[in-house]
């Protein structure tokens, strides 16, 4: 199993997505390990402000933050290797190192997409097109062939 390791500088609380004015990048980011998460991907996060033992007792930690100061944080470790410092990675090079795929939208058997938040009921004209609405009411027939086009 990958193992991701990240490093924070020091934040009001473990994510850093709190408080009246939240970085987009922080909520980006928080949401982007919950989702490795759920592809089985074991994430751990350390913030400096509260868990500095974590920072000290890693070596490689320590020889960025004394060669960058804070401005290396934060700091990925992806199975005990750094491969991101100073900057949040995106969500595409987190599942690169991770080894997962980002599941895209596609069309499943029968045309609609398989995600329950992203198909509409059919009956109403929904994702697929709306084909029994549009039987009663061609106008009200859509092009797309599925909600994820």
């Known amino acids: 199993m990958t193992e991701i390791r990240v490093f924070d500088p020091a934040m009001c609380c473990s994510t850093g997505i709190c408080g009246p004015s939240v970085d987009p990048k922080l909520a980006r980011f928080a949401a982007d390990l919950a989702w490795l998460k759920d592809q089985g991907v074991a994430v751990e996060r350390f913030n400096l402000a509260q868990q500095p033992a974590a920072f000290a007792t890693d070596p490689a930690v320590v020889a960025a933050l004394e060669a960058k100061g804070e401005a290396s944080l934060p700091l990925v470790k992806v ?36 995600s329950a938040d992203q198909v509409e009921d059919e009956d109403e004209g929904g994702c697929c097109g709306g084909a029994k609405r549009a039987a009663t009411d061609p106008s009200k027939a859509t092009s797309k062939r599925c909600c994820c086009d």
């Open 79 to 114: 199975n005990g290797e750094v491969k991101s410092s100073g900057v949040f990675p995106s969500r595409d090079e987190l599942a690169i190192w991770a080894g997962v795929q980002e599941r895209t939208a596609a069309p499943q058997a029968g045309g609609c997409c398989g």
